[in-house]
């Protein structure tokens, strides 16, 4: 998932949870290449977690 919660940070990261039987675990947020200065958001992935895509606002518009 994508937000922009963390403290003094006003772009959207993208963090990942694993949800057990009873709860959330608590969200990581993703290091580079995932996450950069500008937006990060959008992300899917494979169920291995080896192959997948994002979309970014990097160079002034969103891209995946």
Same mark, same amino acid.
């Given at each position: ?20 039987? *009873?709860?959330? #675990?608590?969200?990581?947020r ?6 950069? %200065?500008? @937006? ?5 992935? *494979?169920?291995? #977690? ?10 002034? %518009?969103? @891209?995946?």
């Amino acid at each position: 998932f994508s937000s922009d919660n963390e403290k003094f940070l006003e772009t959207l990261d993208i963090y990942y949870t694993v949800q057990t039987t *009873d709860e959330w #675990l608590v969200p990581i947020r993703l290091m580079q290449p995932f996450n950069s %200065s500008s @937006d990060d958001f959008g992300f899917i992935s *494979d169920k291995t #977690l080896e192959a997948g895509f994002f979309t970014t606002r990097r160079e002034g %518009s969103d @891209d995946i």
